[in-house]
């Protein structure tokens, strides 16, 4: 398995196994944590959680099954996001869902993660989504304390476009190491607002999430789908594919600016496919092909 530097002393497996839908496994600790080895052992060692996957329980199922082998720790790498309430029994007085990018919110969340997932420390820590109302120096404040503390080694952004990551990165003393987007065969809205051109620019590799488009690739009868899936079964079968998946993976996977898709299922087999993509190559004309596809116009 490739990896992929991000900083002097940080390194992420190129596929990263994704805890979005962990409380929807039903999985025991002991079932996970076997779950966790086998990724390990397909060499997929980053896993990509935020404060409020599964309603604020994801990251504390994560870390019950971590305390069962806590030598793991040391094996992997922990990314987790704040910066969005959910109106919830943690915060009932919520009028609606809502970004807080203040600094007394990320301490908090920060303190609250390292406290449901047993650890001491995170190795990335994302602020989730662009807020317009952010306040860039109270973000720099709490990044500079938590670094000092030892409690986040590395920050990045989410959902960031081009100006966003910019604005924050200006305000800050250490550099953005990701920004995870949404990118596949299907949704092209960060190669059209310049954000993978700017990654490139800076030598900033993105993580990618919904690499799959949200699974409509495989169902959907829509004229989109049905154009594109057509064009990667027509490449699977010239590069070698067992599946359209392993196109999708392998589409992102040989892409310049070393996309690394997060892959959020449970099923182990599911991740094998990922891991197989990468033994995958594909030609730039391959993959262009795919790209006019999901765009349904040829190029200028």
């Excluded at 992997?76 to 915060?91: D, P, R, Y």
Aim: aromatic content about 8%; glycine content about 6%.
């Amino acid at each position: 398995m490739k990896r992929i530097p991000l900083a002097e002393n940080l390194e992420f497996s190129q596929i990263i196994h994704g805890l979005w839908r962990l409380s929807e496994w039903n999985m025991s600790s002991e079932q996970l944590i076997s779950f966790i080895e086998e990724c390990i052992e397909l060499g997929i060692t980053t896993f990509d959680h935020a404060d409020i996957y599964g309603g604020y329980t994801c990251e504390e199922i994560f870390g019950n099954a971590l305390a069962l082998k806590p030598e793991l720790r040391e094996k992997i790498q922990i990314v987790t996001k704040c910066g969005i309430k959910l109106k919830s029994s943690k915060f009932p007085d919520l009028k609606m869902n809502h970004y807080d990018t203040s600094k007394e919110h990320i301490l908090m969340s920060v303190n609250n993660s390292l406290k449901n997932l047993q650890t001491d420390y995170i190795d990335l820590l994302l602020i989730h989504r662009p807020n317009p109302f952010m306040n860039p120096k109270e973000v720099a404040d709490a990044f500079n304390q938590l670094q000092k503390e030892g409690k986040v080694r590395y920050f990045g952004v989410s959902n960031f476009l081009p100006s966003q990551f910019n604005m924050l990165q200006k305000h800050l003393d250490m550099p953005l190491v990701t920004n995870q987007i949404e990118v596949s065969p299907m949704q092209f809205e960060h190669f059209e607002k310049g954000t993978v051109d700017l990654l490139l620019e800076k030598g900033v590799a993105p993580m990618i999430w919904s690499p799959l488009a949200g699974g409509q690739i495989f169902t959907s009868q829509s004229e989109a789908a049905v154009r594109v899936r057509s064009m990667l079964e027509e490449i699977g079968a010239e590069i070698g594919a067992n599946s359209i998946d392993e196109v999708m993976y392998a589409w992102l996977l040989v892409h310049p600016a070393n996309m690394m898709p997060i892959v959020g299922s449970g099923k182990i087999e599911r991740v094998k496919t990922a891991v197989e993509a990468s033994k995958l190559s594909m030609t730039s004309e391959q993959w262009l092909r795919i790209y006019v596809a999901g765009m349904g116009h040829n190029l200028p």
